[in-house]
């Protein structure tokens, strides 16, 4: 790791938009220099999966998420950190942010029982009895090395009612005092050669006086950054929307704002002209595994019968080598004959195509043109998706065009 | 493919080792030059199985194997032709071998009859009925537009009786004449801006009389090339290195000799002292997928609990980025947790470990000590092997250590 460097983590502000929320900043971690607005691939379980860490970094990404439930289980944060830390030990010498394990116990597992202490849930893999709590997860993140923890939250549904809304709220914050308690010195954690930082997360649901509670709450603590959690849970697109303007509205302007699990690029133009400055989304790498590619058009399903003659790319704009040296025929054959190189291209494509819509986007507030930029990105998605919805509905017997 | 060049076909012998039948030399294609001993990498159905192409050629490959029977079924040969040809439908621009399908369908399917006119069998993939001559080998190579295009010979099993390896002998050579005619005019074809060429196919099982028998024959055509076949079909390793050098030593010293689908390194070795100057092996591929590593010191089963907390690359000698980037330990993880990421490292692996070999073995032969370097390498990966066997026979109940 010769690229880590023993600095305070810090998020500076470089440049407004006039007429959004929308900036430009720059998180500095031990592990490099990140410009935001930025998006981070999932690494779940040690791999972003279906690609290299080469190809990772090649897209231009420079910060990736780690997943604390799923290294927890395998191989283990012990063995980890006695191997140097996740950085090390998956040969990736960006930044890491670690989720707290908070969403995958509430997403995952059929068997939660949640207490005041923590919770009690299932092994995925193998059925055995877990027990996390706020220590807990501080404990294998600081393990992990993760340049940014997160605190453990209590995640509620989209459809809880108010009192469990203003519970996860409660607990979020005491929880939030436990994570930092297990966190000191300074709130701030150094160990093995650098700092770590401890960022909070709101809860609320979608009750913009529960979210308000929450901020208030969890800002008093000063952390170094502070992220949207209880979004991206099933609500309807339009209340993510506005819920994501409520929230970020109520976070520190100073501070690095980063909305948890969200989303298609709709969904992070919105955000980001509400002020948001990071994201991460299993969408581009899971989607790929089943053939679904990213365009500025929308989705395009690459094994659709209508491209097994197209000797075009799947986008002749983009710069990625899987747009530069294949055609939609040979993607969808690789599909048709479950070659692994068909995932691996789609992976490849659909992360540059996030990082590519995040250069615009950064470019579009440095111009001081967010607004003009997002308006414009999100009529052509949406003409492509709603194109897209129409032709399935097409083809389907009993869809509209019966 | 702006790298194509019309140029004829050749091969020249550039140096030779003293003491061995081992030569260095160069395939000229129109798809560029390709140093001998070469090992060209199996791309069965338009894909190098998890790597990219700008892998493939990261290792130093210059020329792959295609699969005309795969291809064929799927996408089809018409469809490759239509998008360009092979070389632009995968997006390789290096030379490109394709096999004629007689080995498939010698090992795929169960359902063969074999008559003078070609052979009737079913597709592996829906049953369909298929039926491949030698006329339809060469149309299907021919559109996918092969540099070498293999002709379509009947392949006997190692148990074969003398009668059974006589009769597919003299079908080889009849089926040889037939491709011919169909690959005029003068034994090369131009076609789509550049020449490809037809190799011929030795048989004769395990029977020198029938080998000679069989090279006497196909000689008289003056081929640019010539094969080996009807070898590593479930013989024992002494007979085929035996073999081996039979067979080359019956083919003529100034065309490229080329052993179909051989093999372990100590294979090639033997096979290279003997003076072949082609290989092609899914071994490297197939066994990456299953976790096996291949060393110098023999097969390494990354997967093996020893690894858990091997923060050591799997071979510190060796130049690839898996090696270079990655430990033991985390691939062994990669493949607990069936990540795709293990799958691709360890094909990457594999694949520069035999250019590194191949690499090994030109410069022992340069340097006049291919027999002294054949002896070491052997004598390594040999003693790995036993020991690999040795601590497989002591973990297993009732094996030699009990």
Not at 108 to 132: C, N, P, Q, T, Y
Not at 224 to 245: C, D, Q
Not at 383 to 390: I, V
Request: overall charge neutral.
């Amino acid at each position: 790791m010769s690229r880590v460097q023993d600095r305070p983590f810090s998020f500076t502000i470089t440049d407004r938009d006039p007429q959004t929320k929308g900036r430009l900043g720059t998180l500095h971690t031990a592990h490099g220099d990140i410009p935001t607005p930025v998006f981070m691939p999932v690494g779940t379980a040690g791999s972003v999966k279906a690609v290299t860490f080469d190809q990772v970094a090649s897209t231009g990404s420079r910060i990736i998420l780690g997943n604390t439930y799923h290294l927890h289980l395998r191989p283990g944060h012990e063995l980890i950190e006695k191997l140097g830390g996740l950085h090390r030990f998956q040969g990736w010498d960006g930044a890491i942010l670690t989720d707290s394990a908070g969403f995958q116990v509430f997403s995952l597992s059929d068997l939660v029982k949640i207490s005041e202490e923590g919770v009690k849930f299932r092994s995925h893999l193998d059925g055995a009895r877990l027990f996390f709590t706020p220590e807990k997860s501080m404990e294998i993140q600081l393990g992990l090395g993760a340049d940014i923890v997160m605190a453990f939250d209590q995640c509620v549904a989209a459809d809880a009612d108010p009192r469990e809304v203003a519970h996860g709220v409660d607990r979020t914050s005491r929880w939030l005092r436990r994570c930092l308690e297990a966190f000191v010195p300074c709130r701030r954690h150094h160990k093995a050669g650098y700092e770590r930082v401890l960022f909070g997360i709101m809860q609320g649901g979608t009750d913009p006086a529960e979210r308000r509670r929450s901020a208030e709450d969890i800002v008093t603590l000063d952390l170094p950054g502070y992220a949207i959690g209880g979004l991206s849970v099933g609500e309807p697109k339009p209340v993510l929307h506005e819920m994501t303007g409520v929230a970020a509205a109520l976070l520190p302007d100073e501070k690095p704002r980063y909305l948890m699990g969200v989303g298609y690029p709709d969904d992070i133009l919105e955000a980001v002209v509400a002020g948001v400055d990071m994201f991460d989304c299993v969408l581009p790498t899971r989607m790929a595994r089943t053939g679904s590619v990213l365009t500025w058009d929308g989705r395009l399903v690459v094994k659709n019968q209508e491209h097994a003659q197209d000797d075009g790319p799947i986008d002749s704009s983009c710069p990625c080598p899987t747009c530069r040296g294949h055609s939609r025929a040979y993607i969808r054959h690789l599909f048709q004959a479950r070659e692994l190189l068909g995932p691996m291209l789609v992976t490849q494509h659909n992360l540059w195509f996030y990082q590519e819509l995040m250069r615009g986007i950064r470019q579009a507030i440095a111009a001081g043109q967010l607004a003009d930029y997002a308006r414009k990105v999100r009529a052509r998605w949406d003409e492509g998706e709603q194109q897209r919805l129409d032709d399935v509905a097409r083809r389907k017997p009993g869809g509209r065009s019966r």
